[in-house]
């Protein structure tokens, strides 16, 4: 939409953003409940504004970032499991202080 179109109802029929004619503009029907989307028949666009709820994207973006984490320690663990057979009981063990830092920052190494 062009900077000067305000729609301020979901359901009003604002000028095409491409030509700025009305008389061609018709809101599509069918879309998802958060998207409110028209078409202009003379210049063949279609446009839509989107309802947007950040909880539950912030939400999943937290899950995913803390599964991350996570797959992450786990491939370390993993890789120390591999090694340990090779290291010292004190390498092993300053390893695992290492990695108990990542998970608990606050960790001291004992």
């Known amino acids: ?15 095409c953003p491409s030509c700025g004619g009305t008389s061609g503009v018709r809101q599509v029907t069918g879309t998802s409940p958060s998207v409110r989307a028209w ?21 999943h973006l937290t899950a995913t970032v803390e ?3 996570a797959r992450s320690v786990l491939r370390q663990v993993i890789a120390l ?3 340990a057979p090779a ?11 290492d990695l108990a830092r990542t998970v ?3 960790c001291r190494r004992g």
């Open 1 to 15: 939409m062009s900077a000067s179109t305000t729609v301020t109802e979901p359901t009003e029929l604002g000028p």
């Open 39 to 59: 078409s202009c028949a003379a210049r063949r666009t279609d446009w839509a504004i989107a309802v947007v709820n950040l909880r539950p994207f912030l939400d």
């Open 67 to 69: 599964l991350a984490a």
């Open 81 to 83: 499991a591999d090694e």
């Open 87 to 97: 290291l010292s009981d004190d390498q092993v063990r300053a390893r695992l202080v």
């Open 104 to 106: 608990w920052p606050g």
